[in-house]
């Protein structure tokens, strides 16, 4: 299990089910009633996409569940989902009675685990759905950094980050969790200490649509407890500036506000108008 730690989910299920099948434990691609499987009570997933969900429903449907769930018996006769709860959920809405399972032998804590890896190998979980399992997997299961680092595959400041946006605001931490923010504009916004700031700020980004660096311009710039409007259309227009100039190779120059001016473009040969021109197209 050591070994297999880190090298993805298949190789920890393959791992398990070889050792727990050696001691007449495990059984691979078993048909158990949809109805004795439970779902993880520590799945970090929180928001499943009920669209994609009956996609899938609809593909089991047509050509049955192919992929095994990944379970773990529990004492009462019943099975706890170790990975697979979207397959599970789509497999009662398609009909099915039974499914395949491959049934595992590990504990709570390696099942949270695995959980995480699956979510985090797939990308399923949100920055917020994210730093509540790795918060999880420190406080809870005492995992140490360097654990945490095999379980995830990412760097310690990545992991350290990702957790710390769980000190925003509970409004914050919802509009990142609904993908109105990102995790980039949630560590920008842990600049700003007072709560009222960081619900300002946020307003603005959302507002005019300011990417992560504008948020983090703001950040750095900003010295008093209400950011002025000057302030806002400077980063704002600066920003800007250097996004045309990297789209177009020369150097422009922008006159008034967000709401209105005019932008000017030197060129001095004939390429560089028609790079202009082409850059339009």
Not at 179 to 204: D, Q, W, Y
């Amino acid at each position: 299990m050591k070994k297999a730690l880190g090298k993805g989910l298949d190789s920890l299920i393959r791992s398990n089910a070889k050792e727990a099948s050696s001691a007449n434990k495990t059984t691979e691609n078993n048909l158990v009633f949809i109805s004795d499987i439970l779902p993880n009570k520590n799945q970090p997933r929180k928001d499943f996409d009920n669209e994609l969900i009956n996609d899938l429903a609809e593909s089991i449907k047509d050509n049955g569940l192919i992929q095994p769930i990944a379970v773990r018996a529990l004492s009462n006769n019943k099975y706890e989902i170790v990975a697979g709860e979207r397959r599970w959920r789509a497999s009662q809405i398609a009909g099915l009675t039974k499914v395949p399972v491959v049934i595992t032998d590990v504990t709570e804590r390696k099942s949270f685990e695995l959980s995480v890896i699956e979510n985090i190998q797939r990308k399923d979980l949100n920055p917020i759905e994210e730093a509540l399992a790795l918060k999880e997997l420190s406080s809870t299961y005492s995992l140490s950094n360097d654990e945490i680092l095999k379980i995830t595959g990412k760097k310690r400041s990545s992991n350290a980050n990702t957790i710390r946006l769980l000190e925003l605001p509970t409004r914050i931490q919802e509009l990142i969790a609904e993908n109105k923010l990102s995790r980039g504009h949630g560590i920008a916004l842990l600049s700003f200490t007072a709560n009222h700031k960081i619900m300002e700020v946020a307003e603005l980004v959302i507002k005019k649509g300011l990417s992560v660096r504008q948020t983090e311009n703001l950040a750095k710039s900003s010295k008093t407890n209400k950011i002025s409007k000057k302030q806002e259309n400077d980063i704002y227009i600066k920003d800007l500036t250097k996004r045309i100039e990297n789209k177009i190779g020369l150097k422009i120059k922008i006159n008034g506000s967000p709401e209105s001016g005019k932008v000017e473009i030197k060129y001095r040969t004939l390429d560089e108008l028609n790079k202009i021109i082409n850059s339009l197209k």
